[in-house]
């Protein structure tokens, strides 16, 4: 996507907090976008004696958490509700489709969105901030834009508090110093970045898409639901133990250095989600190797994930590089009785029913090779399993394209947020 609709610059003027922007932008504060004739046009959400858990009901009047507030895009996964009549008591938190919301609190802090249609009307939670566009001086695109832009971003965590999490109060956004084009020239920009920002919400659908499609494939391909064309034998139900040889990885003292800094590569638990691994951070020497309990792996093991905290437990991947492992990190060698790939993605499907299989008090467990060794599996024959582990990797793969086309369309949009709202480079209007 490309526009001749660029112009460069004449005059600058320097700003001590913006840097150089052009003679006929001015700089205003934040408080002053706000459209003074629509009251509470710059509020925050309730106190949290206010809303609380009792309050919530299956329907009525949404109420927005933090977690719905995206980095310029709302998060409809997260949905609460509230009675009309407390949304009415608190009708100053009340927040409509169109205007924006910013999070109080990080990560980032200031991150904000705009409110989408099909409600009436939200209800801010405590950590929203609503705010109110001017139009007769703003857009409200542009705006969006460049809340979430890294000058202002960097602005409001300088001014934010906290020593866990960054919070930034209304006084304080308030007075943050904000750029102000003439109004046909935010139009413009609005308009430019508008189309990279439906380039990316396409790709990202294709993206999601294609990730069901995976999921559905996965389903029936690993379960023989659905036979590929040309196979009809039985699988054969067994024990994963049954199949291979099971091992742990170990770790080399950290307190010998001679035992690093080696040419063996050396993987620990939290690269898992990898899980196609090619290289790796760690490395140690073969005097480390020969003194601890890990082993070098040959290339095309099932890697799992042990570790009882976080995501990791019951994490696969697969090593496409002769490599050792931590002690957090079980290996599955490869074997004549299976296809590498194939058992990879049965593992990986299998995540929730490992970590339900070791799950400790407060589901804090740990998977074992005792566990591992007893894990219940079905597989058909060695060629079956080949073209299988074929569909399912072509699907990797094309998922994988996805997501670098949409993180490049991510790239040019930031790129020109970069030169359009510092005004490096003007449109022509």
Known sequence: MTHNTYITPTKVQKDAKLGDIPMDWKVVSFGDISDKKTKWNITGGPFGSDLKSEHYTD??????QLQNIGDGTFNQEYKIYTSEEKADQLIACNIFPG???LSKMGDPVARACFIPNGENRYLMGSDGI???V???KFDSKFVL???NYSIFRNLAIRHSTGSTRSRIGLTDLRKLPFICPPLSEQKKIAQILSVWDKAIVKQGALLVHKQKVKKGLKQQLLTGKKRLKGFKGKWLNTKLGSLTTIKAGGTPSKAIP??????IRWMNSGELNLKKVSEVEGRINELGLKNSSTNLLPKFCVLIGLAGQGKTRGTAAINLVELCTNQSVAAVLPSENFDSFFMYFLIDSKYELLRQLSAGDGGRGGLNLKILNGLKVSIPEIKEQQRIAEV????????TTLKQQLQQLNTQKQGLMQQLLTGKIRVKV
């Open 130 to 132: 609503r705010l109110v």
């Open 392 to 399: 399912l990797t072509a699907a990797d793969d094309e998922i």
């Open 99 to 101: 205007e924006i919301i």
């Open 145 to 147: 834009e460049y809340i």
């Open 258 to 263: 001679e035992y690093w800094d080696g040419n």
């Open 59 to 64: 329907s009525g009047v949404r109420v927005i």
């Open 134 to 136: 001017n139009k007769e």
